[in-house]
């Protein structure tokens, strides 16, 4: 490196902000998954056509085969931030794939004849992608190429390597120091890759006609499988997912690396760079994956390529293993570098391979040219990475190497070795993971992890951009302002619904229900009668005006039916007060208008059709004879689906004024104790985020009513709008009817995840409006 200094440990000892930044970084993750039928068996579908072209999707492409998803997380600065990425991966997919599922094991399931297994498919089938994925199954074989697992990408901060640079005062250029840097990582993660392997190794189990001959140690099964008797990866094993032949490379300069690469491909060993499989690669993505391309741009970042899918956790890796393999990483960046010419690589490849056939026997592993014991070699590695977490003070790391050098000592608490202990079989208890982590992607579909602090509509928005590959920028978390781009179409976003595609004064116009009511009325549109008052006094003094009618008290401009009470039957001048004190606590002008009987529907209208229709049942209990009605909305709002801040698909049941007064209306008080059955309200309006319930009825509304909400979107010139209307029969347009209210920022939770009833997928019907997608 040309450093007049490369003692790092010291360096860092002294050096606090180096160490602070130490742990600092970047970090991808890439997730293979096949796609499989109920019964195990690899699904011959196309790859979902939710998920547009594989070539345009950065998120969601597909691997070798066109059964084969591939997962890969944006780049993130953190641990935490990218394992939410995958997360969120595995549960959109999950979603998107019913009736089938992603089998979590990184051997395959049941297959069928090689000759029916199907290639990628791209929409130019002469496409550099699809031909070398040809090259790849002649090659090698279909079979061979359906291993799955996981690729670790990481790098160090910039601003780390910048500062080591100038502490170290080399004479290199910038990139010429990283160069070296992670070429000395990519050496020490080589030389130690066994421990890594012998963590995470978890493909033991296997099929009968999976591989062309037998694999050492291999054992039959009373389950009608095979295993690799103390086996622990099968698909980082000699017949696993490797080059024909050894090929390795020169580690002593970045130059040599390059050059010996190249020495491969001339020779016709491999095709280019990528057909190398080594378990670990130097990469840059800001070229086009040749080797010229890397020799000429350097090396931004190390993609890691062995790990093995566990399939006891629901994304194939868990996060304690991606921070011991980010210390595994700095731990080698700090380390003495040791010879790896070709004797070293041989032993390395020598220990990987014993560890995949024979891990949980524990052999003797190569250490610096030494046959040691695997104990000895364990205990040498968690050394020196102990040494690394005490220096930067990280209990949390300590705690975590104590936890995989017991498990060294313990080879039973591997997951290898927890696949070989079950006894249901290869295939049914691979199965039922895959069920059960379907399940609990279902459980979770309606919120997008990390993102939680946001709108529930938001994240709905987000997931589906996610699914179809847009490039997400959040602007103002608190404001859920995002911008989505696709290309060079951009679009700017506020709270799902506020987009460009409608204008400033269409929100206004509904934003004032006076002003909302006067238009859709002149446009022969029904709605209620009634007066606005600015005035508290003068609104009171109209009581005797409205005494003998059914009314409805609500602020002028506010949304989600805050402030509203509703009068069907008598009611008193006390009750009539209380209803403006509470409506003007919400707006400084407040409406008064005749209540139209009958139930409320929300009618969902983006770019001129209906994209959901909610009967909306009012904030509700049921007696039991036992329990108070405080106590019962209580009890109804555990409901996971129940949450505050439009976080979660309903809103909680809240012990508020108008609660308050909506019981007395009824004679009851917060304190009595219905009868078993008993229904009782507690709003009479019927607004999702006033703790009421959502039944989905697209399908059985008329279309005389449909045709009425859309035109009333498009007499506001609203392309987004969210009609109210209140229908006297669900299926006839005769009989009473009246348009209540129009919303210009419209939730959507309550369409995509109803109390009752279907999903309508409003953030997908959002995404292809603003981005023209048929």
């Known amino acids: 490196m040309l450093c007049k200094n490369n003692n790092l ?26 796609r499989v039928d109920k019964n195990g068996n690899l699904a011959l579908t196309p790859h979902p056509a939710i998920f547009g072209l594989k070539e345009e999707n950065p998120y969601i492409k597909t691997d070798f085969s066109e059964s084969q998803i591939e997962m890969i997380t944006p780049v993130s600065n953190s641990v ?3 394992y939410n990425s995958l997360e969120n991966l595995q549960n959109i997919v999950s979603d998107r794939i019913r009736d089938e599922y992603l089998w979590p094991n990184s051997n395959p399931p049941m297959l069928p004849a090689e000759e029916d297994i199907p290639i990628a498919v791209y929409q130019d089938p002469q496409s550099a992608s699809r031909l070398y994925r040809e090259h790849l199954a002649r090659e090698y074989g279909k079979k061979i190429q359906l291993f799955s697992g996981i690729h670790y990408n990481f790098s160090f901060s910039d601003e780390f390597l910048e500062a080591l640079h100038v502490e170290l005062d080399c004479k290199s250029s910038l990139q010429a120091f990283k160069n070296q840097i992670y070429l000395k990582v990519a050496k020490f993660f080589m030389q130690n890759r066994w421990f890594l392997l012998y963590l995470t190794g978890a493909s033991p189990l296997y099929l009968p006609d999976f591989l062309n001959s037998p694999a050492a140690n291999e054992v039959s099964r009373e389950t ?73 741009a350097g090396v931004e970042y190390i993609e890691i390529r062995s790990l093995d899918l566990n399939p006891f956790d629901p994304n194939g890796i868990t996060k304690e293993i991606l921070h011991f393999t980010q210390l595994l990483l700095i731990t080698g960046l700090l380390s003495d570098s040791e010879p790896f010419d070709k004797t070293h690589q041989e032993q390395s490849d020598l220990n990987e ?138 679009e700017y976003i506020k709270q799902a619904t506020k987009t460009s595609r409608d ?112 009967k909306r049942v009012p904030a509700n209990v049921t007696g039991d004879g036992i329990h108070t009605i405080s106590e019962l909305i209580d009890d109804k709002n555990l409901d996971p689906l129940r949450g505050t801040d439009h976080l979660k698909p309903l809103e909680k049941i809240l012990k508020g004024p108008e609660e308050t007064l909506m019981l007395s209306m009824q004679g009851y008080e917060m304190s009595d104790i219905p009868a078993k059955g008993q229904l009782v309200y507690l709003r009479e309006n019927s607004n999702i985020s006033t703790g009421g319930d959502s039944i989905d009825v697209t399908d059985k509304i008329h279309p005389y009513y449909q045709e009425l909400a859309i035109k009333a979107a498009k007499v506001v010139d609203s392309n987004i709008c969210g009609v109210d209307i209140i229908v006297s029969r669900e299926t006839i347009p005769e009989g009473p009817h009246a348009i209540i209210e129009l919303n210009f920022n419209p939730a959507i939770q309550i369409h995509s995840f109803p109390y009752q009833g279907e999903n309508r997928r409003i953030g997908d019907i959002i995404i292809d409006f603003l981005f023209n997608i048929k």
């Open 9 to 34: 440990m010291t360096i860092l000892e002294k050096n606090n902000e180096l160490k602070k930044m130490l742990f600092d970084g970047n970090f991808g993750l890439e997730k293979e998954n096949v």
């Open 503 to 614: 204008s400033y004064i269409s929100a206004l116009i509904m934003e004032n229900k006076v002003v909302t009511k006067e238009i859709l009325a002149e446009n022969g549109i029904a709605v209620p009668r009634g007066q606005d008052f600015s005035d508290i006094v003068a609104a009171r003094n109209s009581f005797a005006k409205f005494a003998d009618q059914a009314i409805v008290v609500k602020p002028k401009s506010t949304n989600f039916g805050l402030g509203i009470s509703i009068f069907k039957d008598a009611y008193t001048k006390e009750n009539f007060e209380e209803a403006l004190k509470i409506a003007f606590s919400y707006d400084s002008s407040i409406i008064i208008e005749t209540y139209i009987p009958g139930d409320e529907y929300r009618f969902l209208v983006i770019d001129g059709k209906i994209a959901g229709i909610l």
């Open 353 to 490: 391979d014993r560890i995949a056939i024979d891990g949980l026997a524990k052999p003797n592993m190569y250490v610096e040219g030494a046959e040691i014991s695997f104990d000895e070699a364990a205990n040498k590695l968690l050394t020196s990475m102990e040494k690394v977490a005490t220096l930067t003070q990280n209990g949390t790391l300590l705690h975590l190497l104590a936890e995989q050098r017991d498990i060294a000592q313990h080879p039973d608490k591997t997951i290898a070795a927890q696949i070989l202990a079950n006894s249901a079989g290869y295939v049914p208890f691979h199965m039922q993971q895959a069920k059960t982590y379907l399940d609990e992607s279902l459980q979770n579909a309606y919120k997008l992890i990390g993102y939680e602090d946001m709108e529930l509509s938001t994240q709905i928005v987000l997931k589906s951009a996610v699914t179809k590959g847009l490039a997400i920028d959040i602007l103002d978390r608190a404001e859920n302002f995002f911008r989505l781009q696709k290309k060079d179409h951009v």
């Open 80 to 82: 935490d931030a990218v």
């Open 224 to 296: 009608s499988d095979l295993a690799l008797k103390n086996g622990i990866s099968l698909r980082n094993s000699h017949v696993g997912y490797k080059n024909k032949a050894s090929l390795h490379v020169n580690y002593e300069s970045f130059e040599q690396y390059i050059a010996s690469i190249q020495t491969w491909i001339d020779s016709g060993k491999i095709d280019s760079m990528r057909e190398l499989y080594n378990p670990i690669r130097l990469k840059n993505s800001h070229t086009d994956q040749s080797l010229a391309g890397l020799a000429e």
